[in-house]
């Protein structure tokens, strides 16, 4: 059974404090992971795919970085506007796409 | 930009009752999902539907629920007698999976309260 486990469970830093959240993942076959920002009451928002380790893709303030273990979502010098929660999912090789989401990172950015 | 839609966005129900949530996936997208999500708790999976017909499909997705593509537009979830604890954030998502293009974009979510 895969399964993805996200830590911390929140993360409070000062408007410009870089920081990371982390993804670890067991999953049979990795066929994808994947990042989204959900805010409240709403729909996840998709933000990146990686696919193998040693991969890493960026976007704005965010990079998100794979191992075979678990992935980083680094975020630098955040803004208020990035206060959201950060959901990580896999995709394993033997499903027809389905994704299994970890419980969340609620990221806090304080002016 | 092309997204995924979803109504009603909020629905309120009676134990019992049937309800349908509808959904208009992206238009070129092949693989279709439906995923809930209740208060405070981690989106799970429900079922994915390809082709016409339902590709897999979670422990949670059982003879109460059921899903169709009636046109070549619309995705439903039908849930026919709905329990308490059916309660929750239901997202239908659509993936292209063609061209290396894997990833799944989810709609605005339909809030499902159960009386």
């Known amino acids: 059974e895969d399964q993805v486990t996200q830590s911390p469970e929140a993360l409070r830093l000062q408007e410009g404090e870089s920081s990371s959240l982390n993804c670890s993942y067991t999953v049979s076959g990795l066929r994808g992971l994947f990042w989204y920002r959900q805010d409240p009451g709403k729909g996840p928002e998709f933000l990146f795919t990686l696919y193998s380790a040693g991969e890493e893709k960026e976007k704005e303030r965010l990079k998100a970085t794979l191992t075979k273990k678990e992935s980083f979502l680094h975020i630098t010098a955040p803004k208020p506007e990035d206060s959201a929660t950060y959901l990580c999912?896999?995709?394993?090789?033997?499903?027809?796409?389905?994704?299994?989401f970890g419980q969340g990172t609620i990221l806090t950015v304080h002016p | 930009e092309p997204e995924v839609t979803q109504t009603p966005s909020h629905q309120v129900t009676q134990m019992g009752q049937e309800v349908i949530l509808r959904c208009v996936p992206i238009?070129?997208?092949?693989?279709f999902y439906w995923y809930r999500q209740i208060l405070g708790q981690k989106v799970e999976f429900l079922v994915s539907?390809?082709?016409?017909?339902?590709?897999?499909k979670s422990e949670i997705f059982d003879d109460q629920f059921s899903v169709e593509r009636p046109d070549g537009s619309n995705f439903t979830l039908k849930i026919r007698s709905t329990k308490l604890e059916d309660s929750a954030m239901y997202f239908c998502?659509?993936?292209?999976?063609?061209?290396?293009?894997?990833?799944?974009?989810f709609g605005p979510g339909t809030r499902l309260t159960v009386l």
């Open positions: 999912a896999v995709q394993s090789g033997t499903s027809y796409g389905k994704l299994t």
């Open positions: 539907f390809y082709n016409n017909e339902i590709s897999e």
């Open positions: 998502a659509s993936r292209l999976d063609r061209g290396g293009y894997n990833e799944q974009f």
């Open positions: 238009s070129n997208h092949l693989y």
